[in-house]
């Protein structure tokens, strides 16, 4: 949906601040920030385990479930009060609380400080994510939507990007308290800019806006999912695959220090070109082969993600199990290419076969297996079997090869999918 013309308006009002490429620009910037001081942690765990004295299950638990726990089930409620109140506001709320907490985590004294503040960034996300799809889904029809959302969920990559380089150089030369420090402060300028330009759009592409009770809102969003193949298929796999994206995202910083002697700063600067550059770019490609394909073909929103993902997971194991440094880096770019190609057609698909009411509550249904078990069970799984095979980078090795596992039943369960899209709408 865009604003109709009006010659009297200033030309900045009308093609930046009230077109849907400045709120989707906005948006993605805000998904981007979120993304830095969600993973500015992955960069620092091995000095914040070494100055804690941490085994590796506890770090599991600080990267995971401290964040997926909170972040997960405070989205439920949230993104009902999404589907009643200005999702704007609601954006630049949270923008300044979870901007606050990761400022609040480096100045944490003890374990248990730095748990309880990461648990904090995770309240304080909790409702900016299923507002910005709805916003998003409001702005953009049936059929650029995936677009739209892979171009939102480029901000993931950049974010991450941000956090390797940003935090690695901060976490080498100046701490880790002072890497935590930094990534919370932009944040709170951007929910300024936020709440002071970005436009609450209307809801009305599709559906009616009829107001619901909330949990009776969540039960029809819950049983639609569950009665609909497409949806229920594609939910399934982009879960199973988050629980080795989570995974993979959280531990390939330190398994490059332990496995391949790199520093801080050489492996955020290498992660963030293959996860920040390379990433993006497959992500935003992911979301517009999904728009194109599936217009003459609604199976390959689920195959396009499925086949990217099964053509890169040969490259990740390969590049987990090599001795060399040279050929590590050069085949882990492949499964960082294809590592979120999975998100954006999945919103897309929910988004197109949900009443625009339920929007909200089907995004926060879906983060909430996405992050409870995808972000809480996959940096666990790696925790747990790199110790039990003894830690260092023989056991970090095997528990990234173990969390591959649960991508490889998502990629069948993409296939799956779309024969089931097939039979359907």
């Given amino acids: 949906m865009t604003t109709t013309s009006d010659p009297a308006r200033p030309w900045l009002d009308y093609y930046l601040v009230d077109s849907r490429r400045y709120t989707l620009f906005i948006l993605t910037v805000y998904f981007a920030l979120a993304h830095l001081d969600r993973q500015v942690l992955a960069i620092t765990l091995a000095p914040i385990g070494r100055e804690f004295a941490l085994s590796d299950i506890q770090l599991g638990l600080l990267s995971g479930i401290a964040f997926a726990l909170f972040f997960s089930t405070l989205g439920l409620p949230l993104a009902l009060a999404v589907s009643r109140f200005n999702r704007r506001n609601m954006i630049a709320i949270t923008v300044v609380a979870w901007s606050a907490m990761t400022m609040l985590s480096g100045l944490a004294q003890s374990y248990w400080q730095l748990l309880v503040t990461r648990m904090g960034v995770g309240v304080g996300e909790a409702g900016a994510l299923p507002a910005s799809h709805a916003v998003i889904s409001d702005r953009y029809g049936p059929h650029e939507r995936a677009s739209a959302m892979g171009v939102f969920m480029s901000g993931a990559n950049i974010g991450v990007a941000l956090a390797l380089v940003g935090g690695g150089f901060a976490a080498q030369y100046f701490g880790w308290r002072a890497a935590l420090l930094l990534a919370g402060v932009p944040g709170l300028l951007l929910a300024a800019i936020i709440r002071l330009t970005v436009p609450e759009p209307e809801r009305q592409l599709s559906g009616g806006t009829t107001a619901v009770p909330g949990l009776k809102l969540l039960r029809q969003t819950a049983a639609g999912i569950a009665g609909d193949a497409p949806m229920r298929l594609m939910f399934a796999a982009t879960v199973l695959h988050t629980v080795t994206t989570f995974g993979m995202i959280a531990w390939l910083p330190t398994f490059l220090v332990r496995a391949h002697g790199m520093s801080l700063a050489s492996v955020g600067l290498y992660l963030a070109v293959a996860i920040g550059c390379a990433g993006a770019i497959g992500t935003i490609a992911a979301g517009r082969l999904a728009d194109r394909y ?51 057609p999945t919103i897309a698909v929910l988004h197109s076969r949900v009443d625009v009411r339920q929007r909200p509550v089907a995004s926060a249904l879906l983060l909430f297996g996405m992050n409870f078990i995808g972000m809480g069970l996959g940096p666990l799984v790696v925790g747990a079997v790199s110790d039990a095979w003894g830690g260092m980078g023989a056991g970090l090795t095997a528990g990234l090869i173990a969390v591959q596992l649960f991508g490889i039943a998502g990629i069948a369960i993409f296939a799956w999918a779309g024969w089931a899209m097939r039979a359907t709408r």
């Fill in 294 to 344: 599936g217009a003459r073909n609604r199976s390959w929103m689920a195959w396009v993600p499925g086949l990217l993902l099964l053509i890169a997971k040969p490259f990740a194991i390969a590049g987990l199990l090599t001795g060399s440094t040279q050929m590590a880096l050069l085949l882990l770019i492949a499964p960082c290419i294809a590592g979120a190609a999975y998100v954006a």
